[in-house]
């Protein structure tokens, strides 16, 4: 079985732009989750969705937004993009989205760089 | 908010050998989840161990096995019979059983190198 898929693999941006992310999960689950990995430091948790809808959402600015499809793949969406913005956004899937769905399966990141 | 405390920036160890890294998490909640990941060069997350709160059994993974002290809020990995595979990051990360959300929060990260 395939496991969570991102794409882009690497991405270079302008400041000011805007940027999509996408990721697949892993097939049968439903919960998507995006976090942003900064060089050197731990992924920090940007967002969740589950079965469409937003479950969670971490201390990020309204410049970011994601939304979950039909079929659970979901989209991270950067607009007027800053240079504070480059790192490795990565998109981990689970089960579920409560209690119970405590593995998550990290895909292997969207290096995104501004410059 | 939770935070986790990773006080090693790196370690090394022989091949073969016992190494231990260290986590504390900071948390009023009763209730929650401890994961240890690691992340090699290649980028991608792998989980390499887990701990429920309620648990009083220490966790243990092939050659992995954790000590938690919940009253010390501390949350160890001990890798034994280290291999040049282990090489990687390895971060301890927190989940709140409190919230709806499957967010986890993460440490800074521990960079584990092995020497043959």
């Known amino acids: 079985d395939a496991g969570v898929t991102q794409s882009p693999t690497h991405l270079i941006k302008t400041r000011g732009q805007h940027v999509t992310l996408r990721c697949s999960p892993i097939?049968?689950?439903?919960?998507v989750s995006w976090y942003q990995q900064v060089l050197g430091q731990g992924p920090q948790f940007i967002f969740q969705?589950?079965?469409?809808?937003?479950?969670g959402r971490g201390n990020f600015p309204d410049r970011f937004s994601a939304r979950q499809f039909p079929n659970y793949s979901s989209e991270l969406n950067v607009n007027a993009l800053l240079l504070g913005d480059s790192a490795l956004y990565l998109c981990?899937?689970?089960?579920?989205?409560?209690?119970?769905?405590?593995?998550?399966?990290f895909g292997p990141g969207t290096r995104l760089t501004v410059t | 908010a939770q935070t986790v405390t990773q006080s090693q920036p790196e370690m090394s160890v022989q091949e073969a050998e016992t190494v231990t890294l260290s986590c504390t998490y900071d948390?009023?909640?009763?209730?929650?989840?401890l994961f240890w990941y690691k992340q090699p060069p290649s980028r991608q997350m792998i989980l390499v161990i887990r701990?429920?709160?309620?648990?009083?059994q220490n966790a243990t993974e092939n050659r992995f096995s954790v000590n938690f002290q919940k009253a010390a809020k501390s949350f160890s990995l001990k890798i034994s019979d280290s291999q040049l595979g282990d090489a990687a990051m390895y971060f301890c990360?927190?989940?709140?059983?409190?919230?709806?959300?499957?967010?986890?929060?993460f440490g800074t990260g521990t960079r584990l190198t092995v020497i043959p």
């Open positions: 981990a899937s689970s089960l579920a989205g409560g209690a119970a769905a405590y593995e998550q399966y």
């Open positions: 097939s049968g689950h439903k919960s």
């Open positions: 969705y589950y079965e469409k809808e937003e479950r």
């Open positions: 948390t009023s909640e009763s209730d929650y989840y």
């Open positions: 701990q429920e709160a309620y648990k009083q």
């Open positions: 990360a927190y989940r709140s059983l409190q919230t709806g959300a499957n967010n986890l929060f």
